[in-house]
């Protein structure tokens, strides 16, 4: 494990983590799609890198995605100066107001930065095009999109060494829906060969991005059909004993709204939050029901066994141990429902500060990062969830 010196933390506070990954034979990386909220994952990433955790497995859905591969096609050392150097890049676009303080300053700071995403689009990533989509015959390359996504090829061509994306040290997954079908697919370079292609196709929501030709199809945006790819990585009927670092953009739990933006933006959240939590859960107990299956059916003499019971035992044997850690961020009052568009450089800082801060939070709980016992089989661990019970107990 390789460790560095940043804000404080070094290689030493860290010393005690090697011996509890090292019981791990994988370490995940999930990323969540959620446009401008991207950059809290980056601070993520730098948390993990700073702890010399370095995964063996990143897996993205639309911005998740365009970040995952920026971590996967780096060298260890060059990872977080790439990941800041794609977000400083999209963040300067020319609004650079320092409105703070009371809510209603950086809702309008907010809101003035996610009109000028609307009007002259974010540069390295896309601009808008010069006749509306509106305006042309069916068929013209601009006449099912807003805006042209040429300018993120050329960023991504830039930021990423796709041989070393490749090399097969490591594994990326993207998730896309293909067009005609509305099939949602994985394009993992563990099995093909990735470009930057697949990447665009995973963050291509309509009816903003153009969709993305590969190999004669055409994908949008994973997000239209699940925001994260968690189920992708648990379903892998190769899984082994694996540390999932789960990080969503957006969160299935928030207040009643009391007006339409506020309804505007909690309608944002449970939709693209693809009710990660649930299918957590869900996922889990399905996946400890069988390890206890397992133990049940090694109770029973093997001569009593049928052969159905000696082949699904065989099978249940193999089941992994899976340890989730799940960071969500947690939005502002003031972010509203322009949060995934809004790219001005002071929000993308905050952002990048809670994922870095979280991060930090979840590391500290090194019992969370234990391998889960073999009767448990999976275990999920969430660091504001923590708070809240807590919090709870307390008014109890």
Do not use: C
């Amino acid at each position: 494990m390789a460790g560095s010196i940043k804000n404080g933390h070094s290689k030493q506070a860290y010393a005690d983590l090697a011996p509890m990954l090292a019981e791990y034979q994988s370490i995940a990386l999930v990323l969540q799609g959620g446009g401008a909220l991207g950059s809290y994952q980056a601070g993520v990433f730098e948390a993990l890198s700073e702890a010399g955790i370095q995964p063996t497995w990143v897996s993205g859905v639309s911005i998740g995605a365009i970040n995952a591969a920026i971590i996967s096609g780096n060298k260890p050392e060059n990872q977080v100066a790439r990941l800041r150097e794609f977000w400083e890049t999209i963040t300067d676009h020319g609004y650079a107001s320092h409105l703070s303080g009371a809510d209603v300053l950086r809702a309008l700071h907010n809101m003035t930065s996610a009109w000028m995403t609307m009007t002259s689009g974010i540069p390295g990533f896309f601009a808008p095009r010069s006749t509306n989509p509106w305006m042309q015959m069916p068929g013209h390359q601009g006449a099912t999109s807003f805006y042209d996504t040429q300018n993120l090829r050329d960023t991504l061509e830039y930021l990423i060494d796709w041989d070393m994306l490749n090399n097969q040290a490591h594994r990326l997954s993207v998730g896309a829906v293909n067009v005609e079908t509305g099939n949602f697919r994985f394009f993992d370079s563990s099995l093909e060969k990735l470009a930057p292609e697949h990447v665009m196709a995973s963050g291509a929501l309509p009816p903003a991005f153009p969709a993305v030709e590969i190999d004669g199809q055409h994908y949008w945006d994973g997000g239209i059909v699940s925001n994260t790819p968690l189920q992708y990585l648990l379903e892998n009927q190769k899984l082994v004993d694996t540390l999932v670092f789960q990080v969503d953009l957006f969160n299935a739990r928030g207040k009643l709204p009391k007006s339409m933006p506020e309804v505007s933006a909690r309608h944002k959240d449970i939709m693209y939050s693809s009710r990660t939590r649930n299918a957590t859960d869900r996922f889990k107990k399905i996946h400890n029901l069988e390890i206890e299956l397992s133990h049940a059916l090694k109770r029973i003499p093997k001569d009593e066994l049928t052969s159905e019971d000696k082949a699904l035992l065989e099978t249940l044997d193999e089941k992994s141990q899976i340890n989730v850690l799940h960071l969500i961020y947690h939005h502002k009052e003031y972010e509203g429902d322009s949060k995934d568009y809004e790219f001005s450089k002071l929000t993308m800082q905050e952002h990048w500060a809670a994922g870095l801060e979280d991060t930090r939070k979840t590391l500290r709980h090194r019992d969370w990062l234990k391998l889960p016992h073999a009767k448990i089989g999976m275990t999920v661990h969430d660091v504001h969830q923590d708070l809240e019970n807590k919090s709870r107990k307390i008014k109890d």
